[in-house]
C-alpha cells in the first residue's frame, strides 16, 4: 500500500475561516497529499468568503459562532447529510484536527466500522482558560482531551517538546512528530525594506521589537506589552512593530500604545514585514509549534520566546535567540535589553537562525504525515487479518 491508495477524511474545525497557522498547515497537508495521488475530503464549517482559497474539496458541517470571536464557528456533530457524504467517500483514515463535537461524532463513526483515526494536536487548548480567568477549569478541558485522545490510533503534533508534554499528561503512547515548514521564497532576509520601515516611522538604526499573529489574548499580549513598559522604565531605546489583527486589538494597543501597527499581512507583504524587524519577542506559551517564530528565524530575526512546547523545540538559547521563563518580565526585557545594546549578537543569532530554518522544507514534513496514515491503516489491518 502507498499513498495513492489513500481516502482521507479530515475533521477540522477551522480550515478556511481564519488565517492561522493550523489551518496553513493543513491546507498545505492537503495539497501535497491531492498531489502525491491520495483522495482527501475536508469537512469543517464553512464561510461566504473565505479569506484564502481552501485546497480541496470542502464539505460544510453545522456550526455556530462563537460569542464575541465571530470569526470562528464550533461544529456542532455531523448530521445526516455529512453520514450520507462520509459513506459515499468511503476513506480508509479519519484525521481530526480539533477537539470539537463534529470531531468527537465522526471519529465515533470511524471506530465503528473499523477505520483508524489519527489526531493532530495543533495548540494547547487546555491552557485557554487561564487567559479568560477560568484557569479552575484547565484539570477539565485535560481530561477532556484525554477522553477522545486515549480512544485515537496515533496523535501527531509538531514539536518534541509537545510530544512529552502530551506523554506526560497520559493523552496517547503513540504521538508522532509533524513538524512545520517555511516557504523560504516568502521569508528570507531578503526581504527587508528598510523604506517600508521608515514609512512606518521606524529608523534605519532603532531596533524594532516585534509580535506576529492574531491579536488574541491567549498569545501572550498582557506579557508583552508588561515587557515593553520595563524596556521604557529602564530606557531601553526601541520600538515596537505588530503585525496581525483580532479581536483584542484596541486592549492591546492600551498595552503598547507607541506601537506601529502594520495590521494583517499576507504573501510577499507578510515576508517583508517579517524581515523588518530587529527581534520576535513571542510570550505566547499556548503554541504547540510556532509558526511565527520559524519564520522570524528564515528571515534572519532572532527570537526571545517563553521557554514553552512551541518555541523550546526552534529556539537554541543563546545561538538562535533566548528561552526565558514564560511570565518572568525581567527576564524578557533583559534579553532584548542585551540585543539593543549589542546589534552584533543580534545579526550573529540571527544569521544562526536563518541557517536552522534551512532544514524546515514542507514536502518531506507532510511526508511524515501520510506515513503515519499508512503506518495505522496497515496495523488495522492486521489486527482484522
Given at each position: 500500500m502507498d499513498v495513492t491508495d489513500l481516502r482521507i477524511a479530515l475533521f477540522s474545525g477551522n480550515y478556511a475561516m481564519t488565517v492561522d497557522g493550523a489551518n496553513k498547515a493543513l491546507n498545505r497537508l492537503v495539497e501535497y497529499l491531492l498531489r502525491q495521488?491520495?483522495?482527501?475530503?475536508?469537512?469543517?464549517?464553512?464561510?461566504?468568503?473565505?479569506?484564502?482559497?481552501?485546497?480541496?474539496?470542502?464539505?460544510?458541517?453545522?456550526?455556530?459562532?462563537?460569542?464575541?470571536?465571530?470569526?470562528?464557528?464550533?461544529p456542532m456533530g455531523?448530521?445526516?447529510?455529512?453520514?450520507?457524504?462520509?459513506?459515499?467517500?468511503?476513506?480508509?483514515?479519519?484525521?481530526?484536527?480539533?477537539?470539537d463535537f463534529s470531531a468527537r461524532e465522526a471519529a465515533k463513526w470511524a471506530r465503528d466500522r473499523n477505520i483508524p483515526v489519527v489526531a493532530s494536536v495543533h495548540t494547547r487548548f487546555e491552557t485557554y482558560p487561564r487567559y479568560y480567568h477560568l484557569g479552575f477549569m484547565e484539570p477539565v478541558v485535560e481530561g477532556w482531551l484525554r477522553k477522545l485522545y486515549r480512544r485515537c490510533d496515533a496523535l501527531?503534533?509538531?514539536?518534541?517538546?509537545?510530544?512529552?508534554?502530551?506523554?506526560?499528561?497520559?493523552?496517547?503512547?503513540?504521538?508522532?512528530?509533524?513538524?512545520?515548514?517555511?516557504?523560504?521564497?516568502?521569508?528570507?532576509?531578503?526581504?527587508?525594506?528598510?523604506?517600508?520601515?521608515?514609512?512606518l516611522g521606524i529608523a534605519d538604526g532603532e531596533m524594532a521589537v516585534g509580535f506576529l499573529g492574531r491579536l488574541v489574548l491567549e498569545k501572550g499580549l498582557d506579557i508583552f506589552g508588561e515587557t515593553i513598559v520595563e524596556l521604557?522604565?529602564?530606557?531601553?531605546?526601541?520600538?515596537?512593530?505588530?503585525?496581525?489583527?483580532?479581536?483584542?486589538?484596541?486592549?492591546?494597543?492600551?498595552?503598547?500604545?507607541?506601537?506601529?501597527?502594520?495590521?494583517?499581512?499576507?504573501?510577499?507583504?507578510?515576508g517583508r514585514a517579517v524581515a523588518g524587524m530587529d527581534v520576535l519577542l513571542n510570550p505566547s506559551v499556548t503554541e504547540t509549534f510556532g509558526n511565527v517564530t520559524l519564520e522570524a528565524m528564515a528571515c534572519g530575526v532572532p527570537v526571545v520566546a517563553a521557554d514553552a512546547t512551541g518555541a523550546s523545540s526552534l529556539v537554541d538559547?543563546?545561538?538562535?535567540?533566548?528561552?526565558?521563563?514564560?511570565?518572568?518580565?525581567?527576564?524578557?526585557?533583559?534579553?532584548?535589553?542585551?540585543?539593543?545594546?549589542a546589534p552584533a549578537l543580534?545579526?550573529?543569532?540571527?544569521?544562526?537562525?536563518?541557517?536552522?530554518?534551512?532544514?524546515?522544507?514542507?514536502?518531506?514534513?507532510?511526508?511524515?504525515v501520510a506515513d503515519t496514515y499508512l503506518r495505522v491503516l496497515a496495523a488495522k489491518d492486521g489486527v482484522a487479518g
Open positions: 495521488g491520495a483522495a482527501v475530503r475536508v469537512y469543517s464549517p464553512t464561510i461566504a468568503e473565505p479569506p484564502f482559497e481552501p485546497q480541496g474539496d470542502i464539505v460544510s458541517l453545522p456550526s455556530l459562532a462563537i460569542p464575541t470571536r465571530s470569526e470562528y464557528r464550533v455531523i448530521n445526516s447529510a455529512v453520514r450520507r457524504d462520509l459513506d459515499a467517500f468511503r476513506p480508509n483514515v479519519l484525521h481530526i484536527s480539533s477537539p501527531i503534533t509538531p514539536s518534541q517538546g509537545m510530544i512529552d508534554t502530551l506523554r506526560q499528561q497520559g493523552m496517547n503512547d503513540d504521538i508522532g512528530l509533524w513538524t512545520r515548514g517555511v516557504d523560504h521564497a516568502v521569508f528570507n532576509a531578503g526581504r527587508r525594506d528598510n523604506g517600508w520601515r521608515q514609512s521604557k522604565k529602564r530606557g531601553v531605546p526601541h520600538k515596537v512593530l505588530i503585525i496581525g489583527d483580532g479581536p483584542a486589538r484596541k486592549a492591546f494597543a492600551e498595552l503598547v500604545p507607541d506601537a506601529c501597527f502594520a495590521g494583517f499581512q499576507s504573501g510577499s507583504d507578510l538559547d543563546g545561538v538562535t535567540g533566548y528561552l526565558v521563563p514564560p511570565r518572568d518580565v525581567a527576564a524578557y526585557a533583559d534579553k532584548l535589553q542585551a540585543y539593543a545594546e543580534r545579526h550573529a543569532h540571527g544569521a544562526a537562525g536563518a541557517k536552522k530554518a534551512e532544514a524546515f522544507e514542507w514536502d518531506a514534513i507532510n511526508q511524515a
